[in-house]
């Protein structure tokens, strides 16, 4: 157990809806990052948040935003979602500008 | 954009066999680290190996980097099929946000009873 958490495990939609996925760090961890896990394109970087604020984005689509809240934990919205984002979705905490990174158990979308 | 390749892609060996992963960039990197993935499960990571040349070993498990600082391989020896799952390298540098790290695209390994 990392001490990351992810919610929801597993989520089903439907194209052209949004969803949240949410994840809380380890506990005094301020760094939260989001990645995207598909078969054919591996271990993603979408955006990482340091204590509420953007820090870094790498390839997150203009249809996809995050956002740290003051108690640290992180939401991922996916919006109009299509059938290529169905995809593992993890968030991952580290110290401050810390090397190591934890990850959460993830969760698995599936847009149909 | 640094690129991490991996090879080999799959791997399905006996118990009891060798085997080695390796981890290649055309960039440099102020370390590297190997992680493994169950299903249904994140990332864990194994081991940092930060200087050129740098060798760990965990358990049946030893972990190179390279003399420059672009590549890395992974060896297990006598390999057990606890060992099965997939195997990502990535690559820590830094920027203005902090250590940042890119994945290679993983080694799926399959040890046989």
Redesign the interface.
């Known amino acids: 157990d990392s001490g990351v958490t992810q919610t929801p495990k597993h989520l089903i939609t439907a194209t052209g809806q949004r969803v949240t996925l949410r994840c809380s760090p380890r506990s005094g961890d301020l760094s939260v990052y989001w990645y995207q896990q598909s078969l054919d394109q591996g271990l993603q970087f979408l955006i990482q948040y340091y204590n509420g604020e953007e820090r870094a984005k790498g390839n997150i689509l203009e249809r996809f935003s995050a956002q740290q809240f003051p108690d640290l934990h992180s939401e991922l919205n996916l919006s109009s979602l299509e059938l290529g984002d169905s995809a593992l979705y993890f968030c991952a905490s580290s110290r401050d500008r810390g090397r190591e990174q934890y990850f959460g158990p993830g969760t698995r979308l599936t847009v149909t | 954009t640094q690129l991490l390749e991996q090879s080999p892609q799959f791997l399905s060996i006996q118990e009891g066999e060798n085997l080695t992963v390796y981890c290649n960039s055309s960039s440099v990197f102020s ?1 590297l ?1 190997w992680y493994r993935q169950e299903p ?6 194994l081991v ?1 190996v930060v200087t050129g040349g740098e060798v760990k070993k965990l358990k049946r498990l030893t972990f190179q980097f390279g003399d420059a600082r672009k590549d890395s391989s992974l060896h297990i020896t006598a390999a057990q099929p606890g060992d099965t799952g997939l195997y ?1 390298c ?1 690559g ?1 540098f830094r ?12 080694t799926r390994l399959m040890v046989k009873p």
């Open positions: 370390s680290q249904g499960e994140g990332p864990v990571l940092t990502l990535a820590v920027n203005n946000a902090g250590n940042m790290l890119t994945f290679g695209g993983g």
